[in-house]
């Protein structure tokens, strides 16, 4: 231990390897830092840190948690040492250059993100994307959990990639837990805000404040925001670029046509139109697109070089995956997990087919209650058939979630088939002509229930049988 230092000053952050919320991330000659948790205190796990290698622990000075310390370990108590966060991370991890793109809003996120993150590398710039995809560059391929992981892994990640630009989704909770302290944002991006997570923020209030602090934080950014969200928000800032659809704007495009194909759009900027067809399906993802365009533009790349990036791109990972299987049918799965975001996907998917819909999804356990039955009602209305089954349930009874969606439903319209994997490939086997849309889950690759995470994919699922 560091025992020679005798104040917080002394200590030479910039000097150790790395810095650690998780004991079991630590490595040689790092700091580990322990908070107390929503369940934990991470005081507990400090015997795992040092057997890992941590150099120095931290606390905060007003830290009253007593057991298995002082008389053992070395401590330093930090003071406001969640709010001095942000500190600690910059003199840690200093290598790091990236212009930064930081994306919030309820939904569109991870396709605006992921949007950025491709064109920018098919234009031989190199990027990191951070969010709910994980972390990814030419170099690396890592999970992370969170959509917006802890302060010190996004600084870690951001040091280590030594790419040109980072591109950040930055959720609710990242926001509100301070995770992008001190990070300097070339660009912000509001997707929109619509309900979700009141579980957590207590009203949509508090809700859109959070999402609302990000984009009005008095710095040198420039904010992206869509025409329509203008006045809603009341977002005055000088550097502010506005998109819209079928609306005068900086940046506007209207549908020339749609199918389960893609889209051809006309585009305008500064008078002059321009053409884009896109592999992306569905009206919900021409404000993505807008989103992607309009940060490419304010990084000074050309307005056809940035077309052509963003039509190079196919697919992201679980946002309206199509597929067609050996039996012919139809199938999307999309990660749409909130009523605003269901009901584009399925509103979109009728305006594109004269098919009858099945629409297979659930609710996640303890999360928003409110939120089912909405999202119930809403699978109602555009689906001849609605599966009900499990997705996430954590502590609770599946069964019991199922039933809190099934109340907004008409009764001859539902089943409910909590094996999610077996509703699936029951519905894929069905004999009828049916386009089936999986939702919820989208590139998730498990599933979390009584404590325990089990291998579950939509992707893979489907996939098998095409």
Same mark, same amino acid.
């Given at each position: 231990?560091h025992s020679k230092f005798q104040s917080m000053s002394e200590l030479p952050l910039s000097h150790f390897s790395g810095c650690y919320l998780n004991a079991q991330d630590v490595c040689k000659n790092s700091i580990y830092i322990a908070l107390k948790g929503s369940k934990t205190h991470g005081a507990e796990?400090?015997?795992?840190?040092?057997? &890992?290698?941590?150099?120095?622990?931290?606390?905060?000075?007003?830290?009253?948690?007593?057991?298995?310390?002082?008389?053992?370990?070395?401590?330093?108590?930090?003071?406001?040492?969640?709010?001095?966060?942000p500190t600690i991370a910059k003199e840690v991890y200093k290598n790091r250059s990236q212009e930064l793109i930081g994306i919030t809003g309820t939904n569109g996120k991870t396709t605006v993100a992921f949007l950025i993150y491709k064109a920018l590398n098919k234009l031989n710039k190199s990027t990191l994307?951070?969010?709910?995809?994980? =972390?990814?560059?030419?170099?690396?391929?890592?999970? #992370?959990? &969170?959509? /917006?992981?802890?302060?010190? /892994?996004?600084? +870690?990640?951001?040091?280590?990639?030594? /790419?040109?630009?980072?591109?950040?989704?930055?959720?609710?909770?990242?926001?509100?837990?301070?995770?992008?302290?001190?990070?300097?944002?070339?660009?912000?991006?509001?997707?929109?805000? #619509?309900?979700?997570?009141?579980?957590?923020?207590?009203?949509?209030?508090?809700?859109?404040?959070?999402?609302?602090?990000?984009? !009005?934080?008095?710095?040198?950014?420039?904010?992206?925001?869509? %025409?329509?969200?203008?006045?809603?928000?009341?977002?005055? +800032? +000088?550097?502010?670029?506005?998109?819209?659809?079928?609306?005068?704007?900086?940046?506007?495009? #209207?549908?020339?046509?749609?199918?389960?194909?893609?889209?051809?759009?006309?585009?305008?900027?500064?008078?002059?139109?321009?053409?884009?067809?896109?592999?992306?399906?569905?009206?919900?993802?021409?404000?993505?697109?807008?989103? =992607?365009?309009?940060?490419?533009?304010?990084?000074?790349?050309?307005? !056809?070089?940035?077309?052509?990036?963003? $039509?190079?791109?196919?697919?992201?990972?679980?946002?309206?995956?199509?597929? !067609?299987? &050996?039996?012919?049918?139809?199938?999307?799965?999309?990660?749409? *997990?909130?009523?605003?975001?269901?009901?584009?996907?399925?509103?979109?998917?009728? +305006?594109? #087919?004269?098919? &009858?819909?099945?629409?297979?999804?659930? @609710?996640?356990?303890?999360?928003? *209650?409110?939120?089912?039955?909405?999202?119930?009602?809403?699978?109602?209305? %555009?689906?001849?058939?609605?599966?009900?089954?499990?997705?996430?349930?954590?502590?609770?009874?599946?069964?019991?979630?199922?039933?809190?969606?099934?109340?907004?439903?008409?009764?001859?319209?539902?089943?409910?088939?909590?094996?999610?994997?077996?509703?699936?490939?029951?519905?894929? $086997?069905?004999?009828?002509?049916?386009?089936?849309?999986?939702?919820?889950?989208?590139?998730?690759?498990?599933?979390?229930?009584?404590?325990?995470?089990?291998?579950?994919?939509?992707? $893979?699922?489907?996939?098998?049988? @095409?």
């Amino acid at each position: 231990m560091h025992s020679k230092f005798q104040s917080m000053s002394e200590l030479p952050l910039s000097h150790f390897s790395g810095c650690y919320l998780n004991a079991q991330d630590v490595c040689k000659n790092s700091i580990y830092i322990a908070l107390k948790g929503s369940k934990t205190h991470g005081a507990e796990f400090i015997p795992q840190a040092l057997a &890992n290698g941590a150099s120095l622990i931290l606390m905060d000075k007003e830290d009253s948690y007593q057991p298995l310390l002082s008389k053992k370990y070395k401590i330093y108590k930090y003071p406001d040492l969640k709010i001095n966060l942000p500190t600690i991370a910059k003199e840690v991890y200093k290598n790091r250059s990236q212009e930064l793109i930081g994306i919030t809003g309820t939904n569109g996120k991870t396709t605006v993100a992921f949007l950025i993150y491709k064109a920018l590398n098919k234009l031989n710039k190199s990027t990191l994307y951070i969010g709910t995809l994980g =972390a990814l560059s030419e170099n690396c391929k890592i999970k #992370t959990g &969170n959509t /917006t992981p802890d302060i010190f /892994t996004i600084y +870690k990640l951001l040091e280590d990639s030594k /790419t040109a630009y980072g591109v950040l989704e930055v959720s609710s909770h990242g926001i509100d837990q301070n995770r992008i302290g001190g990070l300097s944002f070339s660009i912000k991006i509001l997707t929109n805000i #619509t309900y979700d997570h009141i579980d957590y923020h207590g009203s949509i209030e508090n809700y859109q404040n959070t999402k609302l602090r990000f984009i !009005k934080e008095d710095d040198a950014s420039k904010v992206i925001i869509s %025409y329509d969200d203008l006045n809603e928000y009341q977002v005055s +800032k +000088k550097e502010l670029f506005s998109i819209a659809v079928n609306k005068e704007a900086d940046l506007s495009a #209207t549908i020339i046509s749609s199918n389960l194909e893609g889209m051809q759009l006309s585009i305008y900027f500064r008078g002059i139109q321009y053409f884009m067809t896109s592999q992306l399906v569905g009206s919900l993802n021409v404000p993505n697109l807008l989103n =992607a365009l309009a940060a490419l533009i304010i990084l000074g790349i050309d307005i !056809k070089d940035a077309i052509d990036a963003l $039509e190079s791109i196919s697919n992201i990972p679980g946002r309206m995956s199509i597929f !067609k299987t &050996n039996n012919s049918k139809t199938v999307i799965v999309d990660y749409a *997990h909130t009523p605003d975001a269901m009901e584009k996907v399925l509103s979109d998917i009728n +305006k594109m #087919t004269t098919k &009858n819909i099945t629409t297979i999804f659930g @609710c996640g356990g303890n999360r928003d *209650h409110a939120k089912r039955p909405m999202m119930g009602s809403i699978a109602s209305k %555009y689906s001849e058939k609605v599966i009900l089954t499990s997705d996430n349930p954590r502590d609770e009874d599946p069964e019991k979630i199922a039933l809190d969606i099934a109340t907004s439903i008409d009764p001859s319209k539902y089943q409910i088939h909590l094996d999610r994997e077996e509703a699936i490939l029951r519905e894929i $086997e069905a004999e009828d002509d049916s386009i089936i849309l999986v939702l919820g889950k989208g590139h998730e690759a498990q599933q979390i229930s009584d404590g325990k995470a089990i291998s579950l994919s939509d992707l $893979e699922i489907v996939s098998r049988q @095409c």
